[in-house]
């Protein structure tokens, strides 16, 4: 049995997105039926719905930024009750048998990763994403949002949040240690307010000054312009931790020359192209070059109780479904602060 529910959709990668409908399983045992209230709009939502990285399936649905309300139950769920508030971020399965999915990894499954949309469920079917009213998740693959945190601000956090959260937790951000952030957007932004909740020192590394003030606001003690090459000389060995939030290619060599003994930067935009760097900038204080890609359902929740309990929420704009367009556009041109989230009533 399928039940037809609301959506807006990209039918190509040259069309603008419109209203349209899709099917949803009824639940089975252990799945969860969410009434969508939020959904926000991700930078990985545009490279989706405009085939940016590969050959892509349409229709297509994006939205892996999920902020609602159980509805229904399966009858072997034990986790969630119809009335919670709960989230589901940028997956909805995996196989729960390899070596990384039991050690609490999902998002690095050896089988695939089932992808929230543009991927396969397990029945074959396309997974379609949160600019819908209504989707339809196993249970453990649904979060639940604490008291304290409201809907339309934890809805970027289920992507944001995390995809910053893991590599500042991985590299021990807090009290004592240096921790810089390329670029203050959708995910830079949480990335300073994380990063000084968890008591680190936080600079901001951006293209120019035009967003300073922001940057102090959210919690940085300081703020620099990389268009000014005198910022990596005065740098020069400063950090412990830089998290790299852009999607653009960056100097990988200049921002690694900014790292201390042991430093680490930690990629976690995604830019189009390859990168490369000179691998003696690797060598000087032994320093080291990774990549992350959200987290475990484990650290999800984590990452939402933390935020909860100091205060950290996405700095959103509320819009209409009418609006995505546009706000794909601003995206683009880097016109938000700091992430679109869509009032999916407006689906209805």
Known sequence: MMRTVNAFAASSATEPLGPTTIERRDPLPHDVVIEIKYAGICHSDIHHARGDWKSETYPMVPGHEIAGVVTKVGSAVTGHEVGDRVGVGCMVDSCRECVNCRAGEQQYCLNGTVLTYAGRDRDGRPTQGGYSTHIVV?????????????????????????????????????PGKRVAVVGLGGLGHVAVKLARAMGADVTVLSRTLKKQDDGFSLGAHDYRATEDLA???ELAGSFDLIVNTVSASVDVSAYLSLLGLDGALANVGA??????????????????????????????????DFCAEHGVGAEVEVIGAEKINEAYDRVLASDVRYRFVIDIATLA
Do not use: H, K
């Open 138 to 174: 196993t249970e453990d693959f649904v979060l639940n949002i604490p008291e304290g945190l409201s809907p339309a601000e934890a809805a970027p956090l289920l992507c944001a949040g995390i995809t910053t959260y893991a590599p500042l937790r991985q590299w021990n951000a807090g």
């Open 231 to 233: 910022t990596f000389e």
């Open 271 to 304: 830019p189009p192209d390859p990168v490369s760097f000179n691998v003696f900038s690797l060598l000087g204080n032994r320093r080291s070059m990774s990549g992350s890609l959200i987290g475990g359902i484990r650290e999800t929740q984590e990452m939402l």
